[in-house]
């Protein structure tokens, strides 16, 4: 063998050795294999039949021991192999090993006949992880038992949400999960320990809105309340949104949220659980908007405080200027204190009994990013960021029951990085996506309309066409903020039943209304089935 002279022995005595013949695993525990009189020949390596997945790799290193190692040929897949000499032992290594099936052999001549030993050991080299594919998980209410099914080419077994399953002679297979998370990974094995995952969703049918917006001060009000809940009884709404948190960074009603309280941001406008009482009550759903980027009053408190990384920052430290919101007012949406400040805030309002919470100002500042930092974003995009912020929260309240929506741009269908809004990524973080769509904020030309403001239905249904491109094959729903108050353009109730009716013609029958008085036009809402 090469790095060994082959030379006549010189003579000397003769042992009738009974050899164990042994392999050592990873375990490092003993196999015997054969026993016979032999010059005490060994190897410890992998053992015969092993699969030689990814991780184990293609670089292997086999011992071999034996009464005299001059004698020692040793070969892989037929051919001579080198060795080098370490103390009493040889060090075969081999790389790059080719996928398939491979056979090690070390043998020797003894001394006498019929003493020759040979050790064969056989082992496949297989890193092709299987090909999974995974059926559309759907469940039919929140927090419904779900079945997974799928395909699993090469795979011995598929783990999900802490199920596993085996998989059939033609690749398929099945898991029951009592109750499955919103998201989770599909992961299968083969017997080489190959792994191929496969990110799934829990798709819910989102049961629809159609909602008007009001403020936590404007509830307070019987002449703003009581307009919307006649519009309840009239059956032209089904759904009020109120504010949880709101742009000004204050929490309408008695939150126990620990930063919340610590920072002053509670400021009673109503009673929660009596407001979800009188609602549900009516048969009405109610969204909880929380305002989750643009925080005032975070802001303020953490930079006086020396808690500047809860901040958007600038390249040289200081506090991002936000323009007309003002120099305090983004949060950093990549730090964990802001990210949990929210996600508490979300969970405490799912258990309270609100069946949406819906995000607004999920974003980034606008403007450019070189002029902004954000501490501990690490090497994510703001994107990613963002939508894996919104991933976390629909975790941590689905168990609660509620519904998860993301506050967009309209110009994020086209313009993902302008303000840090994906919408393929948010959609498969959220259960629906609530494009702000109001014509009065389009410009000039946009989607070929000469004048958004004066063409609610023309704007208002392309816009949506792309919205309903860009969320496919996510699970999430589109649920659209209309417009119904005048900027520039006189709104009635004609160019709101526009808006109306251009999302239904996208296959939309949601809607959010907006109008910051939380006055709304009834005879509009009258012109829609």
Do not use: C
Request: hydrophobic share 40%; glycine share 10%.
């Amino acid at each position: 063998m090469a790095g060994l002279s082959s030379k006549l022995r010189t003579k000397r005595p003769i042992y009738l050795v009974a050899a164990t013949v042994a392999v050592v695993g990873v375990s490092g525990a003993a196999l015997p294999l054969v026993s016979s009189l032999s010059p005490g020949l060994a190897v410890h390596g992998i053992p015969s039949g092993t699969v030689l997945g990814a991780t184990a790799g293609r670089d292997q290193t086999w011992q071999v021991e034996a009464g005299s190692l001059e004698d020692v040929r040793v070969s892989l897949d037929g051919r001579p192999i080198a060795a080098r000499r370490e103390g009493d032992r040889l060090i075969v290594s081999t790389s790059g090993l080719a996928e398939g099936k491979h056979r090690l052999t070390a043998s020797v001549d003894g001394d006498l006949p019929m003493t020759s030993a040979s050790i064969d050991r056989d082992f496949t080299v297989d890193t092709t992880a299987p090909t999974l594919t995974v059926d559309p998980v759907k469940a039919q209410k929140m927090n419904a038992p779900v079945t997974l099914r799928g395909r699993a080419q090469g795979a011995t077994s598929v783990q999900a949400a802490g199920r596993r399953a085996k998989v059939g002679a033609d690749g398929t297979f099945t898991i029951e999960l009592p109750q499955a998370p919103p998201a989770f990974d599909v992961v299968a094995t083969d017997r080489a320990g190959n792994a191929t995952t496969v990110p799934t969703i829990v798709a819910v049918p989102y049961p629809g809105a159609r909602a008007a917006h009001i403020t936590a001060i404007g509830w307070s009000s019987a002449a703003l309340r009581e307009p919307l809940l006649e519009l309840v009884r009239q059956k032209k709404i089904d759904t009020i949104e109120l504010d949880v948190k709101d742009e000004s960074g204050e929490v309408g009603y008695d939150s126990q949220v620990p930063l919340a309280r610590q920072i002053g941001a509670t400021k009673p406008s109503y009673n929660a659980r009596a407001v979800l009482d009188q609602l549900h009550g009516m048969g009405v759903r109610v969204i909880g908007r929380i305002v989750a980027f643009r925080d005032p009053v975070l802001g303020a408190k953490s930079w006086e405080t020396g808690a500047k990384n809860r901040l958007v920052r600038t390249p040289d430290g200081g506090a991002y200027d936000g323009g007309h919101y003002g120099t305090l007012a983004f949060t950093n949406f990549a730090d964990p204190e802001v990210r949990k400040y929210n996600i508490d805030l979300a969970v405490e309002a799912a258990k309270l009994g609100f069946d949406d919470i819906l995000y607004d100002y999920v974003r980034r500042p606008d403007g450019r990013l070189s002029q902004m930092a954000f501490p501990g974003i690490g090497n994510r995009t703001p994107e990613q960021s963002i939508a894996d912020f919104v991933a976390e929260t629909r975790t941590a309240i689905r168990p609660h029951g509620a519904f998860l929506g993301a506050s967009v741009f309209g110009i994020a269908a086209t313009r993902p990085t302008e303000i840090a809004q994906d919408i393929p990524l948010l959609a498969r973080a959220a259960d629906y996506i609530a494009p702000m769509v109001y014509p009065s904020h389009w410009a000039a030309g946009e989607y070929g309309v000469a004048s958004p403001n004066s063409s609610p239905y023309d704007i208002v249904q392309r816009s949506l066409a792309d919205f309903t491109k860009q969320t496919k094959g996510t699970g999430a729903t589109v649920v659209p903020w209309l417009q119904d108050f005048s900027m520039g353009v006189t709104y009635g109730p004609a160019e709101v039943a526009a808006q109306i009716k251009a999302a239904r013609d996208n296959n939309m029958p949601s809607f959010l209304l907006w109008n910051a008085g939380a006055r709304y036009q009834g005879a509009a809402l009258g012109t829609t089935p």
